[in-house]
């Protein structure tokens, strides 16, 4: 069968959410849709229930490989992928019946290299936390990068998207492997070379808050990885010279991306008070001025308060403040 979208699924330690998440693959209105299974060395039941699931399936690949993280796992899927376009689900996830029918026949009819859709998160017990819509428009890869800078409508995850695989092997793109954040980095480069980005007005991604994910136990290396993944965007904007024509919108993700890295150096020291240039993401923190930040159009006004009380080393005292009340 010429499959018209590959699906990965990268697994580690999901045997309490794995069915959930192939159920609504195999439930898809998309009848020529190839899944590709990424066993990343689960060490739960997680791989037996995954056999069980798809006997008998023709369209399921089942790959199984030593635990190298998000990043290594979803590389290899793309490596077995087929289909014309490609997308990645994560295994604690799932997605409405009706997701990738209708994103291929949206990015056929406008010719799109990528399309992605709204999500709704949620915790465990299905407890709605939090929905992000977006509207039916179409950007060219100008215009989509700037979106992605500002973080309005266009996110950097891997998923909630689909993919003209013909972008990853054209290009040379893969993810980073053995990092935290592994998605923004390559999501620039998709974002950059696409010819077409489409928004679709349909919340159709699932998107688990569970206790105890990764991306809730903060480490030096999330840090790190983040700060190195920020500055990474920079060299990349940098690199293809349009560093002047996305000055507003580099400005502002330079100065979300000092507030969350900060943000993270708290949670992961457990204290306010640390020396900011003790982080690696303190080069883009000396290079944005005062009136630059306050100026900005693209930044809300709570995210420049925040950089602007950061720089001015107020915010470390309210922070301290605060966690003093609270005791």
């Known amino acids: ?41 689960s060490k739960d039941n997680s791989l037996t229930i995954i056999e069980d699931l798809i006997k008998n399936k023709s369209n399921v690949k089942l790959i199984n490989k030593e635990n190298e993280g998000l990043g290594a796992a979803r590389n290899t899927g793309l490596n077995y992928a087929t289909g014309e376009y490609v997308a990645f689900i994560d295994s604690d996830d799932f997605v409405n019946i009706n997701m990738f029918k209708d994103m291929y026949n949206l990015a056929k009819r406008e010719s799109s290299d990528i399309v992605t859709c709204g999500n709704i998160r949620f915790y465990d017990g299905d407890i709605i936390k939090s929905k992000t819509s977006k509207e039916y428009k179409v950007y060219n890869s100008e215009e989509a990068l700037k979106l992605f800078l500002q973080k309005k409508i266009i996110e950097g995850f891997a998923v909630d998207k689909i993919y003209k695989k013909s972008l990853f092997i054209d290009n040379n793109i893969r993810y980073p492997e053995g990092k935290y954040y592994e998605d923004m980095e390559a999501t620039v480069r998709l974002l950059f070379y696409a010819n077409k ?28 990885d983040f700060n190195d993944t920020v500055i990474k965007v920079n060299e990349f904007i940098d690199e293809k010279e349009k560093v002047q024509a996305f000055k507003e919108e580099i400005d502002s993700y330079n100065i979300f991306a000092c507030n969350y ?13 640390y020396n900011l240039r003790d982080n690696n993401i303190f080069t883009l923190y000396n290079k944005l001025g005062l009136l630059a930040a306050l100026s900005n159009k693209c930044s ?11 720089k001015f080393k ?9 966690e003093i009340k609270n005791k």
């Not at 890295?261 to 008070?273: D, N, P, W």
């Not at 107020?314 to 605060?322: D, S, T, V, Y």
């Open 1 to 41: 069968m010429n499959y018209k979208i590959s699906v990965i699924v990268p697994v580690y330690n999901v045997e309490n959410y794995i069915k959930e998440c192939l159920d609504s693959l195999f439930s898809q209105t998309l009848e020529e849709l190839e899944i590709i299974i990424v066993n990343d060395g």
């Open 197 to 224: 980005i489409t928004t679709l007005n349909s919340e159709f991604y699932y998107y688990r808050q569970r206790a105890g994910a990764i991306t809730k136990v903060y480490n030096k290396k999330m840090i790190d």
């Open 261 to 273: 890295s900060y943000f993270l150096y708290t949670k992961y020291l457990k204290k306010s008070f």
């Open 300 to 310: 809300g006004n709570g995210e420049k308060i925040k950089f602007l009380l950061l």
């Open 314 to 322: 107020i915010l470390p005292l309210l922070i301290r403040i605060k």
